[in-house]
């Protein structure tokens, strides 16, 4: 049932919890893609902290891994996540600007490999990376 179900093609319908702009309580990032690269800008509010003024762990991670699946399907072609590693190197700050980038880094037939990583907008601080392998849905 799960072969069946990767082999539909997927759809969006706007209401991401990462980029959809229809979500009301969602990310709503924007991505850009130039040289290769998926990017995007951003800024949390409080709604999204784990422990008091820092970005919840796994919103850092949902944010890397959405910006590696937007490099994969807009490079590459349909995709789905099948593996996700995150490391982190500083804790991001609730209202601290921050730029997320994503990247194609290999590809084979049935499959791709993509990086990102957070960087603090004025100081260029490394916040986090991360590593994704996807299944292409071809």
């Avoid at 072609?77 to 991001?92: D, W």
């Avoid at 993509?114 to 849905?137: C, M, Y």
Wanted: include cysteine.
């Amino acid at each position: 049932m799960a072969g069946k179900q990767l082999k539909k093609k997927l759809s969006d319908d706007r209401y991401c919890f990462a980029c959809g702009p229809l979500n009301p309580i969602g990310l709503r990032m924007e991505v850009s893609f130039r040289d290769n690269k998926a990017s995007s800008r951003l800024t949390l509010k409080r709604e999204f902290q784990g422990w008091n003024d820092i970005v919840h762990g796994g919103v850092v991670a949902t944010i890397l891994d959405e910006i590696m699946a937007h490099a994969v399907m807009h490079y590459v072609g349909q995709a789905v996540t099948t593996s996700l590693q995150i490391t982190y190197r500083a804790p991001l700050h609730v209202a601290e600007e921050f730029e997320v980038m994503g990247y194609v880094v290999e590809q084979k037939s049935r499959a791709a490999v993509a990086k990102a990583e957070i960087r603090l907008t004025n100081s260029k601080k490394v916040i986090a990376r991360g590593e994704s392998k996807f299944i292409l849905l071809r």
